[in-house]
């Protein structure tokens, strides 16, 4: 048995104060990481660094005493160990080989060629499970298909997701081909990921809300399902955190149509929402807005007190809306914790 917070929340226990970490919380803001990093060289050098990639989890944890540490690492691991070129241009994002053709997709490798490269995110598990605290929750992660897919397809982010969308529509067997493949080889970094000490896993589909109606269902939910059912089935009781970024009424139902134990929240819908529409099924995660990491002030101790208030009639771990930006201070980072556990 276990009282770890976060796993308690992951179970359905309502507490008085919920548990609490940040998406991005290791990150540019804080001036620590960007020290590990310029040690690093750059971001993949840092992501495929054990020693340092533990280093910059550690460092939130070490500045704030979060609940959970989220293992430092990227979505797009994956698609480069299925052999994509990636890089990160300076100031503009990740950039990647586009998968447009057959022999585009036919030049990938299979799910399971996939660990030598990232063998050193497997090493960076296992030293952050000797090394955490025996109080702090650690979270592995992936993307989810359709946002993997998304960069994949396009070379690059996309505002509108409109390459993806292309290929979705207009090559349907190979669109399904790069799903299936995604899933697949997601199901087995996961799993190495758990083997190698993370107690929950998160599925991130950051650009979900682009999808709608039956292609919602079919390449956001289908996807999320398959892979939390298999990783049940290889380790029982591993709680799923699943992600459908800006789902709106996709939200709603999310829980029971993918087995996920929680369902984090972003900006685009309110606390009372959440908990009226997707609370109502099990645990949920957010979603405070991340500009109040960059405002602060009493605006920010309003809102804390307001989404653990309208959270608190169930299992919650309170969270950010979406990743803490590089322009935010650690100092209300601070403050949030500490009106969070106000009263405690
Ligand atoms: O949350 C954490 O602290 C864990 C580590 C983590 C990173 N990326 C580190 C990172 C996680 C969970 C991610 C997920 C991720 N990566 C997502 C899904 C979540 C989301 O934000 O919607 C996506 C879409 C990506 C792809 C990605 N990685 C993009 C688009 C970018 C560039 C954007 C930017 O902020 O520059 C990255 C880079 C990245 N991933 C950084 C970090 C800390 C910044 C890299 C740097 O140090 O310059």
């Known amino acids: 048995m276990t009282d770890k917070?976060?796993?308690?929340?992951?179970?359905?226990?309502?507490?008085?104060?919920?548990?609490?970490?940040?998406?991005?919380?290791?990150?540019?803001?804080?001036?620590?990481?960007?020290?590990?990093?310029?040690?690093?060289?750059?971001?993949?050098?840092?992501?495929?660094?054990?020693?340092?990639?533990?280093?910059?989890?550690?460092?939130?944890?070490?500045?704030?005493?979060?609940?959970?540490?989220?293992?430092?690492?990227?979505?797009?691991?994956?698609?480069?160990?299925?052999?994509?070129?990636?890089?990160?241009?300076?100031?503009?994002?990740?950039?990647?080989?586009?998968?447009?053709?057959?022999?585009?997709?036919?030049a990938l490798k299979g799910k399971d060629d996939i660990h030598d490269t990232l063998a050193p995110v497997y090493e960076t598990v296992r030293i952050l499970s000797r090394e955490l605290p025996k109080e702090t929750t650690l979270i592995g992660f992936a993307g989810a298909p359709w946002t993997v897919a998304t960069y994949m397809i396009a070379g690059r982010g996309t505002p509108d997701q409109g390459p993806a969308h292309a290929l979705r529509e207009g090559n349907t067997a190979l669109f399904e081909k790069v799903i299936d493949l995604l899933t697949e080889g997601t199901i087995e970094y996961l799993d190495q990921q758990i083997q190698a000490g993370a107690e929950v896993v998160k599925i991130f589909d950051s650009w979900a809300g682009s999808l709608k109606g039956e292609a919602f269902e079919k390449y956001a939910v289908e996807p999320t399902r398959k892979i939390t059912a298999e990783l049940k089935a290889r380790h029982p009781g591993i709680p799923v955190i699943g992600f459908p970024r800006e789902a709106g009424e996709g939200y709603i139902g999310f829980h029971s149509k993918t087995g996920v134990d929680c369902v984090a929240l972003d900006n685009s819908v309110?606390?009372?929402?959440?908990?009226?529409?997707?609370?109502?099924?099990?645990?949920?995660?957010?979603?405070?807005?991340?500009?109040?990491?960059?405002?602060?002030?009493?605006?920010?101790?309003?809102?804390?007190?307001?989404?653990?208030?309208?959270?608190?009639?169930?299992?919650?771990?309170?969270?950010?809306?979406?990743?803490?930006?590089p322009d935010a201070d650690p100092e209300n980072v601070s403050l949030m914790i500490e009106t969070l556990r106000e009263n405690a």
């Not at 998406?23 to 750059?42: H, I, S």
């Not at 944890?61 to 540490?69: E, K, L, M, Q, Y």
Request: hydrophobic letters at 45%; a negative charge; one cysteine or more.
């Open 5 to 106: 917070t976060i796993l308690k929340a992951l179970k359905g226990e309502v507490q008085k104060v919920p548990p609490i970490w940040m998406m991005r919380q290791a990150g540019r803001y804080l001036p620590e990481y960007r020290a590990t990093r310029a040690e690093a060289g750059d971001f993949l050098s840092l992501c495929y660094n054990s020693d340092l990639a533990a280093e910059v989890t550690l460092q939130p944890i070490r500045r704030f005493g979060f609940d959970a540490a989220i293992l430092f690492a990227d979505i797009l691991l994956l698609p480069q160990a299925l052999g994509a070129d990636l890089w990160f241009a300076t100031g503009e994002g990740p950039r990647l080989s586009t998968i447009q053709s057959d022999a585009d997709f036919a």
């Open 270 to 325: 309110t606390p009372e929402w959440g908990a009226a529409n997707v609370q109502k099924d099990g645990c949920v995660q957010g979603n405070l807005a991340s500009s109040h990491m960059v405002t602060g002030g009493q605006a920010l101790i309003d809102e804390v007190r307001h989404v653990r208030e309208a959270f608190s009639k169930g299992p919650h771990i309170f969270n950010l809306g979406h990743g803490i930006t």
